[in-house]
């Protein structure tokens, strides 16, 4: 299939040492020829002055040419290394799209070098999301959990499942032309073990992976309560610097302020809100009104309270509401704050035994915020191993799973159930498979694969 060679700027906006513009397509030697004033040799740093259409010098810039399909697309690849620039590199990359004009350069779109590259069999789905994941990573643990992905620890696993899914499906399909023989010989190869341990993979894939996707999307917490019990404190506290202002007059926090964390190396997404009161202030009512949005999306609420309040003036009505408006699988922990100004320590200590979601901390002396980070991660899902051989993983990947362990479980039921139906186990089988292949991308919409790749940035 021909496609058009895409042209676009590979580094970052802003000014920086160096920028990149990359080139990818089919046959770029004439462009490269052009462009150099001679043949490149592939792989090697050429050197040349970049000049525009009245030949007046551009820049000086270094041109490496890759040939297909020794190139990260699988195309000819010309990449021009230039000062860095925003309005050089934006330069250079309208005169290499003016002279490429004869071979239909155009400007490529989010990720469109990547969907290359997968098109072109240079990488899976998983590995070219894992290049996003690389890029966007937000500490230490995911950057390593995308770097599995990207070596292919996670298709390896998945394509082992296809795999052992793919000859049980033979073993079936072969059998329903011989009815009369069709239960003995299933089980004289051992079918429900070989079925068995597929579903005791998928268990533990699926295990990994929702480690993995907390490793990628982080935990979203909100801090939630009235005004004056110490939620700004608590953010700035978490972050380690004054990012939002403290006061002791009530409403001081009119909008969200969002703060990126990590905690043990898990990305936290902290969101300090607006205290939640009866207000005739228009700006603070919108400030609460944002506070019940960021209920709705949190995985974590912490509904904070003041030590040394009566618990009807902590709540002022609102926890029944805050309970109401989390979504279903949101956790919400109870942190009672301004436990240093307890008279009675004895009063305040932690329940944090079990399941218990209630905590006394002191944001201004730190009392008790470990143990609040390691309830937050415990009730997110984390279970340790911070990036120790736990790749990052996507919604899409965690749905596609349980899906093919319920047609697995279903394929169970008709082959080794009361009432056998082989033909049914075997399209069970290939539900299953097909469900997993959609992870790798092996069998997936073109509308899907469109969308995967649109949210990645341009020039990758």
Known sequence: MHRNPIAAIATPRGAGGVGIVRVSGPDLIGLAKTLLGAEPKPRFAHFLVLKDARQEQLDQVLLLYFKAPASFTGEDVVELHCHGGPRVTQLVLNRVIELGTPEGIMLAGPGEFSLRAFLNGKIDLVQAEAIADLINAQSDASLRGASLSLQGRFSEEINQLIDQITQLRILVESTLDFPEEEIEFIEAANAKQRLEKIMSDLDQIIKISSQGKILRDGIRLALVGPPNVGKSSLLNTLVGEE????????????????????????????????????????????????????IAKAD??????????APEQNFLGIEKTVRERAHSGAHILDVINKRDLLESLQAAQSKTDGESKQIFISAKTGDGIRQLQEMILHFAGWEGNAGGGIYTARSRHLRAIVLAKEHIQKAMAYGFGGNRALELFAEELYCAQNHLGEITGKLLPDDLLGKIFSEFCIGK
């Open 300 to 309: 974590i609420v912490l509904l904070m309270h003041d030590a040394t309040q």
């Open 243 to 294: 990012r939002a202002i403290v006061t002791p007059i009530a409403g001081t926090t009119r909008d969200r302020i969002i703060e990126n964390i990590s905690i043990d190396g898990i990305p936290v997404h902290v969101i300090d809100t607006a205290g939640i009161r009866e207000s005739n202030d228009v700006v603070e009512q919108i400030g609460v009104a944002q506070t019940w949005d960021e």
